[in-house]
């Protein structure tokens, strides 16, 4: 599972790269998308805001 740092490095790369949009979460498959980052990557999600 990411942690902190990693989260933050997508990020990074996603938006370096040109992205419009980046969703990041630490839900697990078979269907990460339906839950929003867990409460410890609250300053990630914060974070990408400020850089999207």
Avoid: C, H
């Avoid at 790269?17 to 339906?34: I, V």
Wanted: net charge negative.
């Amino acid at each position: 599972m990411p942690g902190q740092v990693e989260m933050k490095s997508a990020l990074d790369t996603a938006f370096a790269r040109g992205a419009g949009y980046a969703y990041a979460t630490d839900d697990t498959l078979p269907n990460p998308w339906d839950a929003a980052p867990g409460y410890g990557f609250a300053a990630q999600t914060s974070y990408a805001a400020t850089i999207g």
